[in-house]
């Protein structure tokens, strides 16, 4: 079992950059595939962006491309997500996710099995 624990998110003015991190527990980390989602009040989760457990690939919705990478650090248990040129529309709760195998899941929120609790990330005008 996996347990992950977001932290870094905050309020940020429009233009801006903010770094999420995720710390997952267990000896496992460098087996998962991790990922970041995000929910808005009144929307669905919406996925980002997942990083294959070595850290070689990486896939990133075309709505974040070009803004946000994702990338992480085996020796720490971390995943990170660097979120830059932020958005009014930006604003949501962030969540890390991870699975051995999300196969054809891996844009999808069923295609993770262990979840975080996420961390809210607002951005102001």
């Known amino acids: 079992q996996v347990q992950l624990a977001e932290s870094g998110g905050g309020l940020v003015q429009a233009g801006g950059s903010l770094r999420l991190s995720c710390t997952a527990s267990?000896?496992?980390?460098?087996?998962?595939?991790m990922g970041w989602f995000r929910q808005a009040p009144g929307k669905e989760r919406e996925w980002l962006t997942t990083?294959?457990?070595?850290?070689?690939?990486?896939y990133t919705s075309d709505s974040v491309k070009g803004r946000f990478t994702i990338s992480r650090d085996n020796a720490k248990n971390t995943v990170y997500l660097q979120m830059d040129s932020l958005k009014l529309e930006d604003t949501a709760i962030y969540y890390c996710?991870?699975?051995?195998?999300?196969?054809?899941?891996?844009?999808?929120?069923?295609?993770?099995?262990?979840w975080g609790q996420g961390t809210q990330v607002a951005v102001s005008s």
């Open positions: 267990g000896r496992t980390f460098s087996s998962y595939f």
């Open positions: 996710a991870a699975d051995n195998n999300p196969g054809a899941g891996v844009r999808k929120s069923a295609g993770y099995l262990y």
């Open positions: 990083i294959s457990p070595n850290g070689g690939r990486t």
